[in-house]
Every structure is written in structure tokens, then in C-alpha cells.
């Protein structure tokens, strides 16, 4: 991890942890995430992610926040006809706490860590994760690094970019194109989805994904 890395990971932590867990504790579990509104609202922002499993096997959440992905996406995913095992991984540790609190049936496969230093102790089928988890020059090196030490042969990377209003990305106009980073990561995209705003047309999530031989 670069001495950029640990900055920006610590912004990140001043800039979201007390309202993630201040929200999560007065009962707010879409603020617990990072979102807002109610169960619908975060459905039609985050229900795109499960285009990106076709088959059953194990998950990690990297950026789990208070767990909420991880607990919806198994239920839309299990829609589709595939069995997943969600595991997190979480930034903040008392954002992480609040997930094990939340999610009792999770707790013992929620760790504290970043992404680009925790060395998981298994490998997953699939790993989830954000771009602005790191600064934009660093994605492609957090894909690397996913790909190479989370993923089990044949395991993917599913790579997500959230548009205006979203995780750090509020003045965005438009969700960034997570296959450019994957590109630079040296992996060929394997598959592509996104969420549009109706009214706008502005594109708020697009989610990319990768096959690891
Ligand atoms: C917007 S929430 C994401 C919640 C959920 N996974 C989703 O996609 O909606 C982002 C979470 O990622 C965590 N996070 C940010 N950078 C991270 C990093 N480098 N490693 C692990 N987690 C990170 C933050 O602390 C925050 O709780």
C-alpha cells in the first residue's frame, strides 16, 4: 500500500465513518450504507450487481459498510438461481462493528481491513468493490490486487462505478466506466451492466466484470 493509498483511505474514514455509524445506530440502514431513502430507492441502485453472478459460490463484499449489500444482493441473487455465501470486508472497524451487530448470521465472516493491504486468509468466487475505494490512478492496481490474492482460479472481480449523488461522487455528472480499469488492470471485461436515471438519462451505477484464468 502506497503512503497515497493510506491518505486517501484515511479521508475516507473522516469523511464517512461518524455519519455511517450515527445513521446505523438510529435505526437508518440505508444511511448505514451510505444511501438514502427506503428499500426501493436502494433496490433500483444496487439491484444491477447481481447481473454480474450466474452460478452459485462464496462472495466478498470489500467496502461492506454496515452490510446491507451484503444481505439484499444474496436475496436478488438467489432470484436468479444461484446460492451465494456473502463474506465483507470493511475499512472502518466501527463501521464493521455495526455490520456484525446488524447481521449476527454474517458476523464471524465480516473482517476489518483495505483492500489493498488485508490479505485474505481464503479466496472467494466473486469479489465485489467500488472504484473511489482508492484514488483513480490507483483502480487498475486495487483490480490487480483483488484478482490476484482474493479470487479463486476462475473467480471474478465484479467492478462498480456509482454516479451523481453516490459514494464520494457527488459532483459527478455521470458514473465512471469501470471497464476502463479494468482494461488497465490487464483483464479482459467479461460482462456489463448499468442503471439509468429515467428523467435524466445520467447513468448513476455501471458495474463491469472480469474472469481470472
Ligand atoms: C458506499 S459504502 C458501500 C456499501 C456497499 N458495499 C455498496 O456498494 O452499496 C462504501 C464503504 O467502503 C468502505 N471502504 C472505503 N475504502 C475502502 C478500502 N480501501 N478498503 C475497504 N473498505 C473500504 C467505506 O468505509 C464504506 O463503508
Known amino acids: 500500500m502506497t503512503d497515497e493509498d493510506k491518505e486517501y483511505s484515511a479521508r475516507i474514514i473522516g469523511w464517512l465513518e461518524q455519519s455511517y455509524v450515527a445513521a446505523d445506530e438510529r435505526g437508518d440502514i440505508f444511511g448505514g450504507s451510505g444511501s438514502s431513502g427506503d428499500m426501493a430507492h436502494w433496490e433500483t441502485r444496487r439491484r444491477v450487481i447481481a ?5 452459485d459460490g462464496t462472495w466478498l463484499d470489500v ?5 446491507l449489500l451484503m444481505a439484499t444482493l444474496q436475496e436478488w441473487v438467489a432470484e436468479r438461481g444461484c446460492a451465494i455465501k456473502p463474506y465483507g470486508l470493511e475499512l472502518s472497524a466501527r463501521v464493521a462493528e455495526r455490520a456484525r451487530i ?7 465472516r465480516i473482517w476489518t481491513g483495505n483492500v489493498m493491504s488485508f490479505e485474505p486468509a481464503i479466496r472467494f468466487d466473486f ?10 490512478n490507483r483502480c487498475a492496481a486495487m483490480v490487480q490486487r483483488i484478482a490476484g490474492l482474493y479470487l479463486k482460479r ?3 472481480v465484479i467492478l462498480s462505478c456509482y454516479g451523481p449523488g453516490g459514494f464520494i461522487t457527488a459532483t459527478k455528472a455521470s458514473a465512471d466506466d469501470p471497464r476502463r480499469f ?8 467479461a460482462g456489463y451492466a448499468e442503471h439509468r436515471y429515467k428523467a435524466s438519462n445520467l447513468v448513476k451505477v455501471r458495474t463491469a466484470w472480469a474472469d481470472i484464468e
Open 51 to 55: 447481473s454480474a453472478f450466474d452460478r
Open 63 to 67: 467496502g461492506c459498510a454496515n452490510g
Open 102 to 108: 446488524r447481521y449476527p448470521q454474517f458476523a464471524d
Open 127 to 136: 469479489v465485489t468493490a467500488i472504484s473511489d475505494f482508492v484514488a483513480p
Open 154 to 156: 476462475g473467480g471474478r
Open 182 to 189: 479494468i482494461v488497465e488492470a490487464g483483464l479482459r471485461v
